[in-house]
């Protein structure tokens, strides 16, 4: 039995990442390709679009496949994570549109107003401090620039994944779930509320989509 605990930590640990990106794989597909659509009918020729914890990368990838000519970053804490998606980028033919690297979220390292777009799915949820996060994509953000902050993201993990897992993985999968609908690992509206009227972002929408997931646009004003 692995020894990991998943109160520990808030980014996905190297012994998670094969666990992750298989779910992901086989449960995500339907959720990324609903919020790329989505995306990719915003982004105009130009744009320039973060996807901030990443994880294996096959949202900002689909992007990369959905867009004309904007270009796409993505991050996350976890290098086996961000070389999936640099390795399947390659596999799919998008590497030239979208980049992929190992960062933190409290320090992004890009300069003030980087980018026009930011796009972050089931992270927010796992941060000890989500405000500081939520001020620091205030600030890679051009004015007038756009963040997308969805939570969590929804997949449909069977409780017995019908997909081939090794013994490892199916120990992390027991120890973490995937938790959409975990009442304590997931975000409320109130909580979302509170987070970005502590935020930097004086322009926010907050909704409740189908699932009882929440989806919070901000706008960076100045
Ligand atoms: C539930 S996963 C979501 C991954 C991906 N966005 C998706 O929708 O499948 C949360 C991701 O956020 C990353 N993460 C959490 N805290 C982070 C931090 N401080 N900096 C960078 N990535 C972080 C984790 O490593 C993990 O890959």
Redesign the pocket.
């Known amino acids: 039995m692995t020894s990991i605990d998943p109160d520990a930590v808030?980014?996905?640990p190297p012994e998670a990442a094969s666990t992750?990106t298989k779910l992901?794989a086989a449960y995500?597909q339907e959720?990324?390709r609903s919020v790329a659509e989505d995306v990719t009918e915003q982004l105009e020729p130009g744009d320039r679009l973060l996807?901030?914890?990443?994880?294996?990368g096959?949202?900002p990838i689909l992007i990369a496949e959905l867009v004309d000519s904007a270009r796409i970053y993505a991050?996350?804490?976890?290098p086996e994570?961000v070389k999936h998606g640099y390795d399947e980028a390659r596999r799919r033919g998008v590497d030239d549109i979208v980049s992929f690297f190992v960062?933190?979220?409290?320090a992004i390292p890009s300069p003030d107003h980087s980018y026009s777009h930011l796009l972050?799915?089931?992270?927010l949820h796992?941060?000890d401090d989500p405000i500081s996060?939520l001020d620091e994509f205030h600030r890679v953000l051009e004015p007038g620039g756009v963040a997308w902050v969805f939570d969590?993201?929804i997949?449909d993990v069977p409780d017995e994944p019908d997909i081939e897992l090794t013994e490892h993985e199916r120990d992390v999968f027991e120890a973490y779930g995937?938790a959409t609908g975990d009442e304590e690992r997931s975000l409320s509206m109130s909580r979302a509320e509170e987070i970005v009227d502590d935020s930097s972002f004086a322009d926010a929408v907050i909704e409740e989509g189908d699932r009882g997931d929440v989806r919070v646009f901000l706008t960076r004003s100045y």
């Open positions: 808030e980014y996905i992750y992901a995500g959720y990324y996807d901030a914890g990443t994880g294996p096959f949202l991050f996350d804490f976890t994570l960062a933190d979220c409290y972050s799915t089931g992270v796992s941060l996060v969590p993201a997949m995937v």
